[in-house]
């Protein structure tokens, strides 16, 4: 059996065709789903920028399948805690089709800019190939990010604690690489955000947000980590 590491942008469902306008918005699944009628509930989290995230869920709530958005936690904070209630009939749901399709999946998954983030388990005979055909065929965008044995996996705890690199924006990703490479968390570091900036081509304070917004998340990510690791 392996994992695979897979994107899909979901085109026509609010949760992908919203937070590809917040680049900088974060949305992770929290609990499965409840309720047997048309009206279904779980709960998500949205992080991200403060400023941004009240704008984020009016918008969110103001399309189509949603019926409710409940805060359960203070909105102006960058991590929110949302109760979803939506119309399942109204709802494409990505993980009703891979349960027809009989693929095994992690809940909880990650939508960062439009991108859905999915982790599967196929065994040997199963074609990742025939998921992304059929996922592509219902008018979605699909990205292979990653296949690996499962026995390759010696350390599947520490792993998963890396998934949220995939969160970052690949702007993010770009400067905050660069920043390690050069050395800029180094104790007698020489080199500055401007430098930062000449090297992406951008400007100081563009580069400064996105080393910012991207150490946020690593912090977040970390934080929920050494919280919840055995002692």
């Known amino acids: 059996m392996r994992e695979v590491t897979l994107l899909i942008r979901h085109h026509g469902e609010p949760e992908s065709d919203v937070s590809v306008n917040y680049p900088n918005i974060t949305l992770r699944s929290r609990s ?4 047997r009628t048309s009206n279904r509930k779980r709960i998500i989290e949205v992080s991200g920028d403060p400023e941004v995230i009240p704008e984020f869920l009016a918008e969110f709530e103001a399309a189509d399948p949603i019926l409710e958005l409940e805060p359960l936690s203070p909105v102006d904070r960058s991590r929110v805690y949302v109760a979803m209630t939506y119309d399942a009939y109204q709802w494409d749901s990505i ?5 027809d399709m009989e693929v095994h ?3 909880g998954t990650t939508i960062t800019g439009g991108w859905e983030r999915w982790t599967l388990y196929l065994d040997d005979d199963e074609s990742i190939g025939d998921i992304r055909r059929s996922l592509e065929a219902a008018g979605n965008e699909t990205e292979l990010v990653r296949t690996v044995e499962l026995s390759e996996l010696n350390a599947p705890a520490q792993l998963d604690m890396f998934d949220f690199v995939q969160e970052l924006t690949p702007r993010q990703r770009e400067v905050l690489t660069l920043a390690i490479k050069e050395g800029y968390y180094q104790r007698n570091r020489d080199t500055s955000v401007e430098d930062l900036a000449e090297e992406v081509g951008v400007a100081s304070t ?3 947000e996105h080393l910012k917004r ?4 690593v912090m977040d990510e970390l934080y929920d980590y050494l919280r919840s690791a055995p002692e």
Do not use: F, H, P, V
């Open 105 to 107: 999946y992690r809940n």
């Open 95 to 99: 993980s009703e089709r891979l349960s």
């Open 214 to 217: 991207a150490e946020e998340k």
């Open 206 to 208: 563009t580069a400064w």
């Open 32 to 35: 499965s789903m409840t309720g």
